[in-house]
């Protein structure tokens, strides 16, 4: 299993950003569960909802692209204190310059011991450092 963020999911959601990255976690999320934090479906419905304001996609479209994430096979971890630390999360923020959203894959990432996808560059950047980051299989 793996731990994913908005940004690698919605990458072939979207079916627009780093193609090859996107179809390959595609292609391991139709065999594999994966894991995100609590919060992921707000994150992603406000990234959906972005695009949809800016014109990119029409409401019809955006709802088609709320209702595929929502039918993937995703394990939601809440934020608990077996997990969780406002010092630990601050730290990896000012460690790797991390959004505190962004810090909290990475957080969960290191406790499950589990690999990172995303495309975020400065989260990739954090994993790679921390060799949790997920290169996809060929």
Do not use: C
Not at 10 to 23: K, R, T
Not at 38 to 45: C, P, Y
Not at 73 to 91: C, G, K, P, V
């Amino acid at each position: 299993m793996l731990v994913v963020d908005a940004s690698a999911v919605l990458g072939f959601v979207f079916n627009d950003d780093d193609s090859a990255y996107a179809e390959m976690l595609k292609t391991y999320m139709r065999h594999n569960p994966v894991v995100a934090r609590d919060f992921f479906r707000i994150e992603a419905n406000n990234v959906i909802r972005k695009q949809e304001r800016r014109g990119r996609y029409a409401g019809e479209v955006a709802e088609l692209f709320i209702h595929e994430m929502m039918s993937l096979n995703i394990l939601y971890r809440r934020i608990t204190r077996s997990w969780f630390s406002e010092d630990a999360l601050y730290n990896l923020q000012r460690e790797y310059d991390l959004t505190a959203y962004d810090a909290l894959y990475l957080m969960l990432a290191l406790y499950l011991k589990m690999p990172l996808a995303t495309l975020d560059v400065k989260l990739k950047a954090a994993a790679i450092k921390t060799n949790l980051f997920w290169p996809g299989t060929p």
